[in-house]
């Protein structure tokens, strides 16, 4: 007997819905994680703002508009499972400059692996491998998953995203790592 009949007779379910659950966990998770840090951000926009500013970016109110757009919008979308490719791409842009603000400081040695940097891979997991079965994307469009045609053009448009508001918006280079002291 396949295995997979054995686990359809276990458990009740195919792999694949055991998969789409894991996927809307992780959907669940990267949103409420970006939604968190969007809706943070607009209800403190000044000091948002001013981050903005102290940071380098500009024009600072631009900048923070843009990223707490990002992360309402993208956190929404991800939410639901609508348009995966899009969202995924917003927020994989947004916290690779968000991991490059933090590693471009002392803070990256000794937190290396934050939530930015985590963000951003599991948004890409997200955009490869699609919404899953309980989305919208699956119900609306029939597509619980995008093909390899539209998902790696977004991660590349995502990737060069990040480097150029970055880039336009900091004026620095995203790579320049500071040192540990002491």
Known sequence: M????????????SPSSLADLGILTLRIAVAATALHAGITKALNFTSTAQFMADDGW??????????????????????LGLLTPLAACGIIAAMIDA???????????????????????????????????????????????????????????????????????NGVNPLHLSTPTG
């Open 2 to 13: 396949a295995t997979t009949d054995v686990l359809r007779r276990r458990t009740g379910r």
């Open 58 to 79: 500009r024009p600072p109110t631009f900048a923070a508009y843009l990223v707490t757009a990002t992360e309402i919008a993208g956190g929404l979308a991800l939410l």
């Open 99 to 169: 991991w490059a603000a933090t590693a471009s400081g002392a803070v990256v040695w000794s937190d290396p692996f934050n939530v930015p940097f985590l963000m951003a891979f599991a948004a890409t997991a997200l955009l490869f491998v699609g919404a899953g079965a309980h989305s919208v994307d699956a119900r609306i469009f029939g597509r619980p998953s995008w093909p390899g045609a539209v998902t790696i053009p977004f991660f590349l448009v995502a990737v060069v995203a990040a480097v150029a508001t970055w880039v336009l918006l």
